[in-house]
């Protein structure tokens, strides 16, 4: 699914279908980056003693948490047609899930060297998720991206949004960017 990935990756971002404060994921938009801009806004609100919102959570096993139905939605909402966004999401339909323990790396291990063949071993336990993507797993950083730009163009939407002004570097007041990004 890698290719896949990857072409629906490059197709999000040469249309500009996420939104401009996602940083989550994204090439060139990394985590730190976000975390600095971050940094500043609050700063400049403690030098002015003006008031900033800032929110945080900690979605416990977020990927695996979005339906198959959430994930074939959130991909029709940035412009994929249905029977691509089925083929991409289905494609990890029952798929096992091991996880990667000394035990298992040395059956795979084994496995692949021998050019797929037969092991002097039992395969490793698995499961078959039954929502989402298990984290780590190709799609899982593109889903919750795309799901989660649902939520942000609607927080963008908002018209009862608080907004904070921030100094630039010349001195000039503008509106500081909302934020988002996420980090594993």
Known sequence: SGFNVN????????????????FAYRRNREAGVAMLLQRNAVEEAQETESAILLGSYDKYRAFDSLTRSAMKLSFAVVGLDKADADRLIDMENNSKVTVCTPLARHYWAERYTRKLGETDQTEPSFFVPVNGTPQGDTISCLTWTVFENICLGTLRKDPGRVKLYIRGPDGTIHEAADLCYADD
């Open 7 to 22: 072409k629906v990756w490059r197709f999000l971002e040469k249309h500009q279908l996420l939104e401009e404060i996602q």
